[in-house]
């Protein structure tokens, strides 16, 4: 006798693609809004495409300069629209740069295995 499997499976996939390009509208529409978003790069389980169907989106956003606190700054920049949940790490673009200076193995590491999803154009 044929018994159905439990109601409390479900099956998730992740379409990355269709992810990827969602995040990057939106990181567009980020820098479209805030003047001093320099760039905006994915890190992480989705940025190395990892088959993970519960991926959140590692943001890591850029800034010239910024007057808010550090633990302040992701409800502001924060994008809309995503189609997954997103963490984000808001910082400067010196505040960067001192800690890759420092060898701040989670940020170089963050960096090297990031995917840029937006870059301000200078003019």
């Known amino acids: 006798m044929r018994r159905s499997s439990l109601s409390s499976v479900s ?7 269709k992810v990827l390009e ?7 529409a980020l820098g ?10 994915l890190f ?17 956003i850029v800034l010239d300069v910024c007057d ?10 924060k994008p ?3 189609p997954v949940p997103a963490d984000l790490i ?7 740069d001192r800690e890759v200076a420092s060898g701040n193995a ?3 590491g963050a960096l090297a295995g990031s995917l840029p999803l937006y870059t301000r154009q200078l003019q």
């Open 11 to 17: 099956v998730r996939s992740l379409d990355r693609e």
């Open 22 to 28: 969602a995040l990057r509208d939106a990181a567009r």
């Open 32 to 41: 479209a809004s805030h003047p001093e978003v320099r760039e905006v790069r």
């Open 44 to 60: 992480g389980s989705l940025a190395r495409g990892s088959r993970n169907p519960y991926a959140d989106a590692d943001f890591l």
């Open 68 to 77: 808010l606190p550090f633990r302040e700054r992701s409800p502001k920049y």
């Open 80 to 82: 809309v629209g995503l």
């Open 90 to 96: 808001v910082c400067t673009k010196e505040e960067l």
């Open 106 to 108: 989670f940020v170089c």
